[in-house]
């Protein structure tokens, strides 16, 4: 167990919805990541967050945002919803900003939009 | 741009044979480099990183910094190490603030070890 939890685990729904993905890190872990897995596309990052604020960018859609909170937990909305972004996200999180840091990694939510 | 390329999306090999999973990556910059390891039904989680020089699992990853490479080998392959592995070349701190700094995993090879 990496002590980063992610809620929920599966949340199924339909194109045109929006949802929100939660993130907890490990305890004293002030960085969060997001990454999307899916299955033609491997392991993509999309956004990372440290100490509530925005760090890095990589390939996040417009209709996706997230968001780190005073308390450190963080969520990923998702809005207008395609059958394409049907995939397994992963948050992590590390103690610092990068480079030199592990990441731990969450048991992740499998997100299926039909 | 940054980019890191895996070249072998699928890699067979029967156990106890050598192994050697690739790497190239294309970075403005001197990365920190690391491999991460998602075994069956389980979270992706750190195998080993450069700056350690360390060997995990009989795993040990040599950086070439004129090829660009991170090749991950092991000499004997057990079942046990039958899993998606991913080559991840990490901006050193100083870098990471700027949106070019992205956090860049490879597209990941899946290693299967036949008995």
């Known amino acids: 167990d990496s002590g980063v939890t992610q809620t929920p685990k599966h949340l199924i729904t339909a194109t045109g919805q929006r949802v929100t993905l939660r993130c907890s890190p490990r305890?004293?872990?002030?960085?969060v990541y997001w990454y999307q897995q899916s299955l033609d596309q491997g392991l993509q990052f999309l956004i990372q967050?440290?100490?509530?604020?925005?760090?890095a960018k990589g390939n996040i859609l417009e209709r996706f945002s997230a968001q780190q909170f005073p308390d450190l937990h963080s969520e990923l909305n998702l809005s207008s919803l395609e059958l394409g972004d049907s995939a397994l996200y992963f948050c992590?999180?590390?103690?610092?900003?990068?480079?030199?840091?592990?990441?731990?990694f969450g048991p992740g939510t499998r997100l299926t939009v039909t | 741009a940054q980019r890191v390329t895996q070249p072998e999306k699928l890699l067979s090999v029967f156990k106890g044979a050598p192994v050697e999973l690739k790497c190239n990556y294309s970075?403005?910059?001197?990365?920190?480099l690391f491999w991460y390891v998602q075994y069956s039904r389980q979270r992706l989680q750190l195998l080993l990183r450069?700056?350690s020089r360390e060997s995990i699992k009989g795993f040990t990853a040599d950086l070439n910094k004129g090829e660009t490479s991170f090749h991950l080998k092991k000499p004997f392959a057990q079942e046990e190490d039958s899993a998606m592995y991913y080559c991840?070349?990490?901006?050193?701190?100083?870098?990471?603030?700027?949106?070019?700094?992205?956090?860049?995993f490879g597209p990941g090879t899946s290693l299967s070890v036949i008995p």
């Open positions: 992590a999180s590390s103690v610092h900003l990068t480079s030199e840091d592990e990441q731990y």
């Open positions: 305890s004293g872990d002030l960085s």
């Open positions: 967050y440290y100490n509530g604020e925005e760090r």
């Open positions: 970075y403005s910059g001197s990365p920190e």
């Open positions: 450069h700056i």
């Open positions: 991840a070349p990490i901006p050193p701190r100083c870098l990471m603030k700027t949106s070019y700094d992205k956090v860049i």
